[in-house]
């Protein structure tokens, strides 16, 4: 896609340029001034009360609903997660696209295109459920249709919803997309306990996922309100489509490998043993989503940049560095957890989950920088990474089916296969950290 430039790269940047002596108050400095200090601060907020909504919602669900129930409601979370992060590729397109687009006109043609495709595909998708219902409930024993039927009904509002977290992601709107995010895990957690108090169950509680994502996407609407103006007769951008292929197939191989898991766990374990793993991902999980922010300001930042022929190594360095030390932080405190304290969270079902966490603080770790490269390779237009990356979401699957004699072993396979991401990255890929400090 050829496009103009309608922004300078941001200003301030988080590192000292080169050649200028190290100074911690100069840099202190530079990182107040940064806008994309300020926007990650925006976001990690949003990104908290998000995730923290999540949380409380899934533990709601465990106190409430048991291993063997929470075993159905993880098991159509992480079937929705699997679709639904894929989908956040199409977030991820287009952010970059209206990153580098040239004019409001050309981003209001793209807008109006894109929420059409969008609803159109938000209802084949709730067809295409309802149609495989059947298979769905047998394939990951769920107990009855209703479960499937209201894990489904997400998929409605999702699709519209990533394309607009995508035009405000693309136009710097950090604080609409913090307060869509924000409100959308908010409305989770309100909306869960009168849903299981009432006796809906796990249905209800599913359900309401659906209720969170209409909020989430009136906010958006509202947002970009100005991009619903009437046709102004400018040219629908054209999408270089084998690169939009690109990103969506590696958007599809991360969220593999962070969500498949789950599944694997729901297929080849009974009903008790995957509830009890899919509470020690939701916990051991946190790791990933901690640092989120700083993927969602790095690649519009990374696009701009790349348009403007700038390479993106010292944005990427400082994003790795923050991504590792946050990472790591909540690993150490992931593997001190007491197992006092889970069972008094979920219940003595989840005791054993215990063990997972510090492997699976680990393996997030390895996964969330693979998610800081994937950004800028992204913005790069580059496939290799994203390949490299579908290479290893093929292994992890194969890996697991041939080797699964506990819940511990698909953990250590995920970590496997993240690890061996990192090391042939940096064996053979150009932002690998000892080219970039090089350079």
């Known amino acids: 896609m050829s496009t103009g430039i309608v922004r300078a790269p941001m200003q301030a940047p988080e590192l000292p340029t080169a050649g200028q002596p190290f100074s911690l108050g100069l840099l202190l400095a530079r990182l107040r001034a940064s806008q994309g200090v300020r926007a990650g601060a925006v976001l990690s907020v949003a990104t908290l009360v998000m995730n923290a909504g999540a949380y409380l919602y899934n533990v709601a669900c465990i106190r409430y609903l048991g291993s063997r129930a929470y075993g159905d409601v993880a098991a159509m979370l992480a079937l929705f997660a699997l679709i639904s992060l894929p989908l956040a590729s199409i977030q991820t397109l287009l952010a970059r696209e209206v990153a580098q687009l040239s004019s409001l006109g050309a981003i209001r043609a793209l807008f109006r295109r894109s929420t059409r495709v969008a609803a159109v595909m938000s209802v084949v998708l709730v067809a295409l459920g309802v149609a495989l219902e059947q298979p769905i409930r047998e394939l990951l024993n769920i107990a009855t249709s209703s479960i499937v039927l209201a894990g ?199 005791r054993s989950a215990t063990a997972l966490l510090g492997w699976f603080g680990l393996a997030m770790t390895a996964g969330a920088l693979v998610n800081v490269y994937l950004s800028v390779y992204f913005a790069e237009r580059d496939a290799r990474f994203p390949l490299l990356v579908l290479g290893a979401a093929a292994a992890q699957i194969v890996a697991v089916a041939l080797w699964h004699p506990n819940p511990r072993s698909i953990v250590l396979v995920t970590l496997a296969c993240f690890t061996t991401v990192l090391v042939i990255h940096e064996l053979a890929f150009p932002y690998s950290l000892a080219r970039s400090r090089r350079r």
């Open 152 to 350: 489904i009904s997400a998929f409605l509002f999702v699709v519209p919803t990533v394309v607009l977290f995508g035009f405000l992601q693309g136009q710097l709107r950090f604080n609409a997309l913090g307060l869509s995010y924000a409100s959308g895990g908010f409305a989770r957690i309100v909306l869960v306990v009168p849903a299981l108090l009432l006796g809906f169950g796990a249905a209800g509680a599913l359900f309401v996922n659906s209720l969170a994502a209409l909020l989430a996407a009136a906010i958006g609407a509202i947002a970009l309100r100005k991009l619903w103006g009437v046709r102004n007769g400018v040219a629908v951008p054209r999408l270089d489509r084998p690169q939009a292929a690109v990103l969506i197939v590696g958007s599809l191989a991360f969220a593999s490998l962070t969500n498949v898991d789950i599944l694997l766990a729901s297929y080849f374990f009974s009903n008790d043993v995957a509830g009890i793993y899919a509470a020690a991902a939701l916990i051991g999980k946190v790791v990933l989503f901690l640092p989120a922010a700083i993927v969602m300001v790095l690649l519009p930042k990374a696009a701009t940049r790349a348009a403007a022929g700038i390479a993106s190594g010292r944005i990427l360095l400082a994003s790795l560095a923050v991504t590792l030390a946050i990472c790591l932080t909540a690993t150490v405190v992931l593997a001190l957890v007491p197992e006092s304290l889970l069972v008094w969270a979920f219940g003595g079902d989840f």
